[in-house]
């Protein structure tokens, strides 16, 4: 019986140097796979810019592990979501992102390293428009129905938001990626890997992982022993959507008050979005109701919803309850 995978041309390297160089070799016909579940996606959608006729395999070359170390916990890319999901040596809001993403099936299968890196889910781009990120000069989503996967704090080219849910963890927890390419490796912060919507090697996209690079392993620094983390997700559907909007949390305390935080939102900007002034808003006080409130109202006040096709501002006082729940949650651990 014929499927979209016996168009492709499967290769499965035996070490990253291998992999890079069929990377180099194929150009942008060829993307890296591991657990499939986007890349497959897009495939059987047909969106012209993502038809890759070489695929890179690379799930069997020794990624998926999870290694405490003097430094912090390493995480390799293909690390299966639900492995960490359910580990208990990784911080609670690692843990709670990748339990949060999609069903039990697709976390089994996907990996740490293809949430971050994932496509974005806009239906424009996903049914073939010739949208920005496709090939084509214009961002449909900005101008159409932008209800649920669009930014409510701007872009540039594309609106899009990130739909992943693990990035946001590892921006609230100071993380970093390892990236090796022909020219070698390269460890950059999760604001280096994410910086925003740019061209990268011909394709419009958010993250800065060259054609021919693949993400190898994160880095997460040890946390204080007097920290709380959280994270909250609202979404349309309960089961396995993609977040209206979400906030990774990250709080360290002296005694019952914050000494310093981090605040992540994520579904709400074209990359996972820390928000100092939130930061601001509980640092040095202790948690109350009016604290929850004045952070989430600080968390927001850059919003520019969209305003033209259907318009998505309902989404701000939805973001503003996601941080509202997340600190209240983390008040009662």
């Not at 808003?281 to 009016?290: F, M, R, Y």
């Not at 501002?313 to 941080?323: D, P, S, W, Y």
Request: proline residues 3%.
């Amino acid at each position: 019986m014929r499927t979209e995978v016996t168009a492709f041309g499967l290769h499965t390297p035996s070490s990253i140097g291998e992999a890079i160089s069929l990377l180099s070799k194929y150009g942008q016909q060829a993307a890296v796979i591991s657990g499939g579940t986007d890349i497959i996606s897009r495939n059987k959608n047909k969106i012209k810019t993502h038809m890759f006729t070489h695929l890179i395999d690379i799930s069997g070359l020794k990624l998926g592990y999870l290694t405490p170390k003097n430094d912090g916990l390493h995480i390799g890319a293909t690390y299966s979501l639900n492995s960490l999901a359910t580990s208990t040596s990784v911080p609670t809001v690692l843990s709670q992102a990748s339990g949060q993403v999609a069903t039990l099936q697709i976390r089994n299968m996907g990996t740490v390293a293809g949430d971050v890196l994932q496509e974005v889910w806009c239906p424009y781009l996903r049914n073939d428009f010739a949208c920005w990120r496709n090939g084509g000069n214009v961002c449909y989503g900005a101008i159409g129905d932008n209800r649920y996967y669009h930014s409510i704090f701007g872009g540039r080219l594309c609106y899009a938001n990130h739909a992943g849910d693990v990035a946001q963890a590892l921006f609230a927890l100071g993380a970093s990626a390892t990236i090796q390419g022909p020219l070698g490796t390269r460890t950059v912060s999760m604001d280096q890997l994410m910086p925003g919507i740019s061209v990268v090697g011909g394709y419009v996209k958010e993250n800065t992982v060259g054609q021919n690079e693949i993400l190898t392993e994160f880095h997460v620094p040890n946390q204080p022993s007097n920290q709380k983390s959280t994270y909250y997700k609202a979404r349309d559907r309960g089961t396995w959507d993609f977040a209206l909007a979400s906030a990774a949390v990250v709080l360290n305390f002296s005694g019952s008050t914050v000494s310093s935080s981090r605040i992540v939102l994520g579904g709400v900007d074209v990359v996972p979005r820390r928000v100092q002034s939130a930061e601001s808003a509980v640092n040095g006080k202790q948690l109350n109701e009016t604290v929850f409130t004045n952070a989430a109202n600080a968390a927001l006040s850059g919003a520019t919803p969209l305003t033209y096709g259907t318009g998505n501002a309902f989404r701000v006082e939805i973001a503003k309850g996601v941080v509202k729940k997340a600190l209240r949650a983390i008040s009662q651990m």
